[in-house]
């Protein structure tokens, strides 16, 4: 979903084509590192987003020798469709990292709405935190694997209070419209 967002982002912009956003994405980092890109399945986004009539082709510019150019521009129903997929995004999203492109589109979403799902968010990872707590484990350990079971519970810890921080963090740059 995240490169639908960033395709129906840059058509808010302008009217654009692939292989030139193929270039953008490229330039921030290369196209086979951003979770298996590849050029086809970017221009198979293009095409499913064409199937949705959330874009369409504007013009085709035909060079000799080479393939012909679709240059496409956003529908009214993409643009109404873009804040749902970043917001769903959002929601859907298990890291920080997994909301960085829905993030960085702050300008097509209603901010409050952005962090009443941060905060949504923020809550789960408090009751996953209080629930690691409130489990007596000891119990549910084999004998010889309690070394094991503590270190895991550990590291449970450090992600889950690592995380909350940084959400907390996120949720007051929104708040401050600093992201």
Do not use: C
């Amino acid at each position: 979903m995240a490169i639908q967002i960033f395709i129906l982002s840059k058509l808010m912009q302008g009217d654009n084509y692939p292989y030139n956003l193929k270039k953008q994405i490229s330039e921030l980092q290369s196209l086979d590192s951003i979770n298996g890109l590849t050029e086809s399945k970017l221009y198979y986004h293009f095409e499913s987003l064409a199937k949705q009539g959330l874009i369409e082709t504007k013009e085709v510019i035909k060079e000799d020798n080479r393939p012909d150019k679709h240059v496409f521009s956003i529908t009214e129903k993409g643009r109404d469709a873009l804040p749902k997929k970043i917001y769903k995004s959002l929601e859907s999203a298990n890291t920080i990292g997994d909301m960085v492109i829905g993030l960085a589109n702050m300008e097509y979403v209603d901010r409050d709405k952005i962090i009443h799902i941060l905060e949504k968010k923020l809550s789960g990872m408090h009751s996953k935190w209080d629930n690691l707590f409130k489990m007596d484990r000891h119990h549910l350990v084999k004998p010889g694997v309690e070394v094991l079971a503590d270190f895991v519970s550990d590291y449970a810890n450090f992600r889950i209070q690592g995380s909350i921080q940084y959400l907390e963090r996120l949720i007051e740059h929104v708040r401050k419209e600093e992201i």
